[in-house]
């Protein structure tokens, strides 16, 4: 500012025309090149994953960083302004444009075709400048596997694993207010198949299978011992019946006495 104020008498101009020179001045930094309209305000912070030590940190679908814990204490953001999550592949944010309505708000269904969108809508009352000791602040970006993705503000799972980054876009009824840095590049975990080692096996390795192998052809030859055996003894004991077979007939005397006629009887 000393030397905005040296920038005046050096251009022959009065006081009061430094002064309205500066505030020209200070309102081209704050416009939009061929727009005219107010840039947003950059807010010095660059948005963090979450330490190592907590679980979940990188999923195959989501991820998870620190809340930006005061970062949105500047006059030109009311409490009332809304504070935004823009998710972006890192090819994308190049061609990022800050949408000036909530209908030009992009979804996650539109993540394929634009490369960001919009989620994580909070207040800046959310984010203070202090944090209760012991307490976990965290935002977990995909973590809402319930909502449609055609909505906005959908926390939809991710697509695919990056590299994706994020940054903070405050809003409000006229448009964008303030944002934050780009975040680093994060990536997420992949599915691996399982693979064969390549290359020879060890002596140990060779042992084993030796020995393995060999156990096996014991116990399927015990066991084919055992069906032969259980096989011959049960068709030993079956006796079978042919046409040369006869049977014997037994004889039988019945006890009954019967009485004889007495001679000369008529």
Known sequence: MDNS???GPAMGLSAEQSQLLMSLLLLLTHVQPGTGVAAPEH????PQLSNDTLAGRLTQSTFTLEQPLGQFHSHNISDLDTIWLVVALSNATQSFTAPWTN???P???NFSQRGYYLTLRAKRGLYPGDQARGQLRVLRVGNDT???PTKIGCNHPLPGPGPYRVKFLVMNAEGPVA???WSSDTH???AQALRAVPGPQSPGTVVIIAI????LAVLLTALLAVLIYTCFNSCRSTSLSGPEETGSVRRYTTHHTFSTPAKGAS
Not at 212 to 215: D, G
């Open 5 to 7: 104020w040296r920038l």
């Open 43 to 46: 807010i010095n912070y660059v």
């Open 103 to 105: 209908q030009d708000i």
């Open 107 to 109: 979804a996650p269904a």
């Open 146 to 148: 319930h909502c449609q």
């Open 179 to 181: 944002e934050t840095k």
């Open 188 to 190: 997420l975990q992949q």
């Open 212 to 215: 393995l192998s060999i156990l």
